[in-house]
Nanobody
Framework: QVQLVESGGGLVQAGDSLRLSCAPS????????MGWFRQAPGKEREFVAA????????YYADSVKGRFTISRDNGKNTVYLQMNSLKFEDTAIYYC????????????????WGQGTQVTVST
């Protein structure tokens, strides 16, 4: 069953911005760390960003530092990924995830996943 639902993906041009949203379906994620991974065709699922349950600790992959911002609204049980200055290399399916290990950067350390939202960046 789908427990996290992503939205906000689409087709954009290089340099454009998108904001992805992730909301729970059927449950809440109080006191969970949450994050974003992405997977391009033929590549392994890649860590993008994570945020602690309080929102005070942020973690980013080097490839997105300075361009992407992760945030969360615990009142809405929603996590966001603001993506600016998008590059062709950012093209992937983006997955929202939740887990209890702080700052985890490997997919198998997370417990719940969404179905993904496609982000395609054209040149």
């Amino acid at each position: 069953q789908v427990q996290l639902v992503e939205s906000g993906g689409g087709l954009v041009q290089a340099g454009d911005s998108l904001r992805l949203s992730c909301a729970p379906s059927g449950r809440t994620f109080t006191r969970y760390d949450m994050g974003w991974f992405r997977q391009a065709p033929g590549k392994e699922r890649e860590f993008v960003a994570a945020i602690s349950w309080s929102g005070d600790n942020l973690y980013y992959a080097d490839s997105v530092k300075g361009r992407f911002t992760i945030s969360r609204d615990n009142g809405k049980n929603t996590v966001y990924l603001q993506m600016n200055s998008l590059k062709f290399e950012d093209t992937a399916i983006y997955y929202c995830t939740a887990g209890r290990r702080s700052g985890a950067r490997t997919w198998f350390e997370y417990d719940y996943w969404g179905q993904g939202t496609q982000v395609t960046v054209s040149t």
